[in-house]
C-alpha cells in the first residue's frame, strides 16, 4: 500500500512540474500582455519535433548516430522555440494587442491550429505519432520500495532551477525589473520610458523557451509525441495557470500540481479514469472560474467605473 | 459599419427588377460553384467572387441600392427567394452529390445563425456551440433508437434539452466574462464531448448508428420525392426540410435583432457597465443568448441525425465549434445575410478545393487569422437600423 | 422628511483604499443637489454607490421609500434613477437614436417570447419608442435629432455628452444623476447646457437632479443644495455662497498655503 502511495507521489511530482512550467508560460505572457495566448502548448509542442530533426540532422551531418546528439538537438530546440515564440508574437500576436479580449483569443486559437497543421506538414510522416525517447533513463534510487528514475530526479530539479533562475531574472535584472512594471501597468511603463518592444521580446523568448522544455519533459514522460499534443498540453498548461491564477508564478506553479494531482487520483481510484480525467480538470477549471475568477493565488482586479 | 441612412428611394419597378436580378445572380453563382469540377473552375469563380467584393468595396452604394430594392418590394423579393428555393434541386437534377453539400450547407447556415446572437449580437464568445449541436443530435437519435418516437416528437424534446444546456453553460457567464468567459465555454465543450465518448448509453466512440429516417403523411424521407411526375432523389426531401429550418432561423434572427432584445444584446456588447445603467439585466440576456444559440442549434443536430443516420462524438469537436466560429467571424458578425453566406462559402469550397482537403484547418486558421486582422467586422458587417425616414 | 433619496452613513472600502466615509444626505423632489470637491475626492464613487454599481461597504441608500442598498444597477434603474457617466460610456457603433432607444429598456416590455411569436407588437412597441426618443433629440440643445443617424462614436465631445443626458432621460427617471456633464465644452456649450438643465427642471417640476460638476457656473446657475467631498468626506453643506465662502472648501481646492495666505 505504501509502494502504490509512494508511487502515485512521485508519478504526481514529476508530471506536477511539467504542468507548472507549461502553466508559467502562460502566466508569464498573460501578466504581461494581458492576452491569453492560446496557442503557447502548440508553440511549446514543436520543440520535440524540432529537437528530433536537429539530432537526425546532427547524425547524418557527423555520420554517427549517439544519444549525446539528442540532448544537443534539446538544447537547440528550446533556443529555436524561443525564437519562434518572438517571431509568433511580431507576425501575429501584436496586432491583437490592443484589440477586444475576445478577438485576441480566437486568433490565437486559430494560430494554435496553423501551428499543428504546419508540423502535420513540414514534419515527415507527420500525422502519426513519434517516438521521443526519455531523455535520463535508469533508477536512480529507491524509497520504501519503489524507483525513483533519474527522469523524475531530471524533471524536478530542471524545475527547481528554472524557477529559481526565472525569479532571479525578474527581481534582480534590470529587464526582468521593466518585464514587472510592464505588468503592472503597461501605459505607465511606457510613458517611463520602457519600450514595448524589448519588453515584450524577451517575455516571449522566455515563455516560449520554458514552454520548450516543458514540451521536451511531456514527450519524454510521454514516450511519443504527436502534432496535436500541443491541444492537451495548452488546455492542460492553461488550466493549471487559471486555477493558480493567471499571472502569479507561484501560482502557476501551484496550479501544475493541482491539475497533476487530480490526474493521478483519477488513473488510481476512477475505473477507465484516465479518459475522465480531463472531464475533472475542466470541471474544476469551470469552478474555480465562477467563484474564484482570479485563481488562488492571483490578485483580483477592480474596474474603475 | 455602413453608416448613414440615406437610402436612396427608386421607382417600385425598378425595386422590383433589382431584387429579383440580385436574387437570380446569386442562385446562378451557388449553382456555378456548386457544379464546378476541377480546381481551376473553382478558383476562377473564387476570383470572380472576389472582384465582386472590390467592386461592393469601392462602391457601396451598390450595397445601399440592393438592400434598399428589398426593402422596398418585399413581397417580390421573398416570392422570388422562395421560387428560387423551391426550383433549385429541379435544376440540379439528379446530382445527390449536389444536394448533400446544400443540405450541409443549409444546416451549418442554421447553426452559424444561431451562434451569431452570441458572437455577433452579443459579443459573447462560445466555444461550445457544437456540443449543443451534438446534444440536440444525440438526444433525438437516442429517443428514436431506444423509444421508437417519431421524428417530428423528438425534435421539440432535443431542442428543449439543448436548451437546458445552454442556460447551464449561460449561468457562469453570468458572472465571468470575455476571455474568461471563452475557457469555460471551451471547457464545457470538451466535457460534454468526453462524456459522449466515454458514457457506454451513448455508443461511446462508435456512436449511435440506425436511426430511422423521418417520415410525414405515410412519405418515408429515405424514399425518392416525387413531384408531379418528376422524380427528385431522397436528398430533395432533406433539403427541403434543411432549407424551411433555414427560414425559420432567419425569421428568428430578424425579429429578435430589431426588436428591444437585438438592441440590449448589442448595447451589453458595446459597453456592459453602460447597458447596466440603462435597466439591461446584462446576466439574463446573456443566459439567453447562450439559450436561444442551443434551442436553434439542436434543431440543426436533430437534422444531421436523421440525415445521416448515423452520428459520433466526432462530428461535434471543438474544431467544429471553431468552423462555426469562423462562419460568423468571416461572414460578417451580427449580419443575417453575411453569416449566412459565410456558412455557405465555408462548406461547400472545402468540399470543392478536394485537392486541398488535407490543407483545409490550415486553411481555416490562416482564414481566422486573416480576416481579425484584416476585416474584424467580416465580409458584411452589420447594417445600421434604420426606423424609416421622419421629417 | 419626504425625500426621494436618502443617503445614510455611506461608507465605501476597496481594501484598504477608503473612497467614501461615512457620508449622509438627502435630495428632496423636485430638488437640485450639486456635489463638488477635489478630483478624486469620492464623488463618482458616490454615484456608483446610489446607483448599485457598488454595494457600500456599510450604511444605507433609501430610494422612493424602499432600501435600495446594494441592489443590482439595473434594478435601481427600473425604479426611477437614471444616470451619465464621466467618461461618456455611448455605444459607439449604434447610432444616436439607438443610444436613447436602449435609454427607454426598462419602460419597454417586450421579452423574447413576444419578439418571436407577436412581432406586430414589437415593432409598434419599437415605433413608439422612435417616435419619444426623436422628441427628445430635438427637445435638447445642439442638433443631435439631425445626427440621429450617425454613429455615437463619432460625435464630437459636447454631442456626446449632451447625447448621455438625452438617453439618461428616456427612462423618464424621478432622480436624474449627472456626472460632470460640461466636461468639454466650450462657455457657449455650457451656457446651453445650464439653459437645458433649468429647461428640464421646468418641464418636469418633479425630478431631482444631482450634479457632480467642476465648473462653478453651473454649480451657481441653480438655487439649491452643495455638497463639498474631500477625501471621500463630507466637509461642508449649504447652499452655494455658504459652501464657496467655508474655509475647509478653499483649503481642498486650493490647498492649505493658497488659503491662509
Known amino acids: 500500500m505504501a509502494e502504490l502511495f509512494v508511487q502515485q507521489a512521485v508519478n504526481w511530482i514529476t508530471l506536477g512540474c511539467i504542468y507548472a512550467l507549461l502553466a508559467i508560460g502562460f502566466s508569464l505572457i498573460f501578466g504581461v500582455l494581458n492576452v491569453i495566448h492560446f496557442s503557447h502548448g502548440d508553440v511549446a509542442m514543436t520543440s520535440p519535433f524540432i529537437a528530433l530533426a536537429i539530432a537526425q540532422a546532427l547524425a547524418i551531418a557527423v555520420g554517427v548516430a549517439s544519444p549525446a546528439w539528442l540532448i544537443v538537438a534539446a538544447c537547440a530546440a528550446v533556443f529555436v522555440v524561443g525564437l519562434i515564440g518572438v517571431t509568433l508574437d511580431k507576425v501575429v500576436i501584436r496586432r491583437f494587442r490592443d484589440a477586444p479580449p475576445m478577438m485576441a483569443l480566437v486568433a490565437t486559437v486559430a494560430l494554435g491550429i496553423v501551428i499543428r497543421e504546419l508540423i502535420r506538414h513540414l514534419y515527415p510522416q507527420g500525422s502519426n505519432p513519434h517516438a521521443f525517447p526519455r531523455l535520463a533513463s535508469g533508477v536512480a534510487f529507491e524509497v520504501a520500495g519503489v524507483q525513483v528514475g533519474w527522469f523524475s530526479l531530471l524533471v524536478v530539479t530542471l524545475t527547481f532551477v528554472l524557477v529559481a533562475l526565472l525569479f532571479a531574472f525578474l527581481r534582480l535584472t534590470p529587464l526582468g525589473l521593466r518585464i514587472r512594471a510592464a505588468s503592472e501597468d503597461r501605459v505607465v511603463a511606457r510613458m517611463m520610458g520602457i519600450r514595448d518592444t524589448r519588453v515584450f521580446r524577451a517575455t516571449f523568448f522566455v515563455a516560449s523557451a520554458i514552454g520548450a522544455i516543458a514540451g521536451l519533459l511531456f514527450a519524454s514522460y510521454a514516450g511519443v509525441t504527436r502534432f496535436d499534443f500541443g491541444v492537451m498540453a495548452g488546455l492542460l498548461g492553461f488550466s493549471a495557470a487559471v486555477i493558480g491564477g493567471l499571472g502569479s508564478m507561484p501560482g502557476a506553479i501551484l496550479g501544475g500540481l493541482i491539475i497533476a494531482g487530480i490526474e493521478v487520483l483519477a488513473q488510481t481510484f476512477v475505473p477507465d479514469g484516465a479518459s475522465y480525467r480531463l472531464v475533472f480538470v475542466f470541471l474544476l477549471v469551470i469552478g474555480v472560474l465562477l467563484f474564484r475568477p482570479e485563481g488562488l493565488l492571483g490578485r483580483a482586479v477592480m474596474v474603475k467605473v | ?391 | 422628511m419626504n425625500a426621494l433619496l436618502e443617503v445614510e452613513n455611506a461608507t465605501m472600502r476597496f481594501g484598504g483604499l477608503v473612497a467614501l466615509n461615512d457620508i449622509s444626505f438627502s435630495v428632496g423632489r423636485g430638488e437640485v443637489l450639486a456635489v463638488i470637491g477635489p478630483n478624486g475626492a469620492g464623488k463618482s464613487t458616490l454615484f456608483n454607490v446610489v446607483t448599485g454599481v457598488y454595494r457600500p461597504t456599510s450604511g444605507r441608500v433609501r430610494f422612493d421609500g424602499s432600501d435600495i442598498t446594494g441592489h443590482p444597477a439595473h434594478d435601481v434603474v427600473a425604479r426611477g434613477v437614471g444616470r451619465t457617466f464621466q467618461t461618456s460610456r455611448l455605444f459607439s457603433d449604434l447610432s444616436v437614436l439607438d443610444n436613447v432607444i436602449i435609454g427607454m429598456h426598462t419602460r419597454t416590455g417586450t421579452g423574447v417570447l413576444g419578439a418571436l411569436f407577436l412581432p406586430g407588437a414589437s415593432r409598434r412597441e419599437m415605433a413608439a419608442c422612435v417616435e419619444k426618443a426623436e422628441a427628445l433629440l430635438k427637445a435638447g440643445s445642439g442638433d443631435l435629432f439631425e445626427q440621429r443617424y450617425r454613429l455615437a462614436g463619432t460625435l464630437a465631445q459636447a454631442d456626446r455628452r449632451r447625447l448621455e443626458i438625452a438617453r439618461a432621460l428616456a427612462s423618464e427617471p424621478k432622480l436624474l444623476l449627472l456626472d460632470e456633464p460640461s466636461v468639454g465644452m466650450d462657455e457657449i456649450e455650457t451656457d446651453a447646457l445650464i439653459a437645458d438643465i433649468a429647461r428640464l427642471k421646468r418641464e418636469r417640476a418633479d425630478l431631482s437632479v444631482i450634479l457632480i460638476e467642476h465648473d462653478m457656473r453651473v454649480v451657481e446657475a441653480f438655487p439649491h443644495q452643495v455638497i463639498c467631498i474631500d477625501y471621500g468626506s463630507k466637509i461642508a453643506e449649504g447652499d452655494f455662497a455658504a459652501v464657496k465662502a467655508d474655509p475647509r472648501v478653499q483649503e481642498a481646492y486650493l490647498g492649505k498655503a493658497a488659503v491662509h495666505a
Not at chain 2, 457544437?130 to 429517443?143: E, F, Q
Not at chain 2, 448595447?267 to 439591461?280: F, K, P, S, V
Request: hydrophobic share 55%; proline share 4%.
Open chain 2, 1 to 391: 459599419m455602413s453608416a448613414g441612412s440615406s437610402s436612396p428611394t427608386i421607382g417600385q419597378g425598378k425595386a422590383a427588377t433589382i431584387a429579383v436580378a440580385a436574387q437570380l445572380c446569386g442562385a446562378g453563382f451557388l449553382y456555378l460553384i456548386l457544379k464546378a469540377e476541377g480546381g481551376w473552375q473553382v478558383i476562377g469563380l473564387l476570383a470572380l467572387l472576389a472582384a465582386g467584393f472590390y467592386l461592393l468595396e469601392k462602391r457601396p452604394q451598390i450595397a445601399d441600392l440592393v438592400t434598399a430594392s428589398f426593402s422596398q418590394a418585399p413581397v417580390v423579393a421573398v416570392g422570388t427567394a422562395a421560387v428560387v428555393v423551391l426550383l433549385f434541386p429541379f435544376v440540379v437534377g439528379s446530382n445527390t452529390y449536389v444536394l448533400h453539400l446544400l443540405i450541409v450547407a443549409q444546416l451549418y447556415a442554421v447553426l452559424a445563425l444561431a451562434l451569431n446572437f452570441q458572437l455577433g449580437s452579443a459579443n459573447i464568445p462560445n466555444f461550445a456551440t457544437g456540443a449543443s449541436y451534438g446534444i440536440g443530435a444525440y438526444v433525438s437519435a437516442l429517443l428514436a433508437i431506444n423509444f421508437g418516437m417519431s421524428f417530428w416528437l423528438t425534435l421539440p424534446v432535443a431542442a428543449v434539452a439543448a436548451t437546458l444546456f445552454g442556460f447551464l453553460i449561460g449561468i457562469p457567464s453570468m458572472r465571468t466574462r470575455d476571455t474568461y468567459l471563452a475557457l469555460v465555454t471551451i471547457a464545457f465543450g470538451v466535457v460534454v464531448q468526453q462524456l459522449l465518448n466515454n458514457l457506454s448509453w451513448t455508443g461511446g466512440p462508435n456512436g449511435l448508428v440506425g436511426i430511422p429516417a423521418p417520415s410525414l403523411f405515410g412519405h418515408s424521407f429515405a424514399d425518392p420525392l416525387v413531384v408531379f411526375g418528376w422524380k427528385l432523389p431522397s436528398q430533395a426531401n432533406f433539403y427541403y426540410l434543411s432549407a424551411a429550418l433555414v427560414v425559420v432561423a432567419i425569421v428568428t434572427a430578424r425579429r429578435l435583432h430589431s426588436s428591444r432584445i437585438g438592441l440590449a444584446w448589442n448595447a451589453l456588447r458595446a459597453d456592459e457597465i453602460a447597458a447596466r445603467a440603462q435597466g439591461i439585466n446584462v446576466a439574463w440576456f446573456k443566459v439567453l443568448a447562450f439559450a436561444v444559440d442551443a434551442f436553434l442549434a439542436a434543431f440543426a443536430g436533430t437534422i444531421y441525425a436523421f440525415y445521416v443516420s448515423y452520428i459520433s462524438p466526432d462530428n461535434f469537436t471543438f474544431l467544429v465549434s471553431v468552423t462555426i466560429m469562423t462562419m460568423v467571424i468571416v461572414g460578417g458578425m451580427d449580419n443575417i445575410f453575411g453569416v449566412i453566406v459565410g456558412a455557405f462559402l465555408l462548406t461547400i469550397l472545402p468540399e470543392k478545393l478536394r485537392a486541398f482537403s488535407d490543407y483545409r484547418l490550415l486553411f481555416f486558421g490562416i482564414v481566422i487569422i486573416g480576416f481579425l486582422m484584416i476585416r474584424p467586422q467580416g465580409l458584411f458587417p452589420q447594417r445600421m437600423r434604420s426606423y424609416g425616414e421622419s421629417k
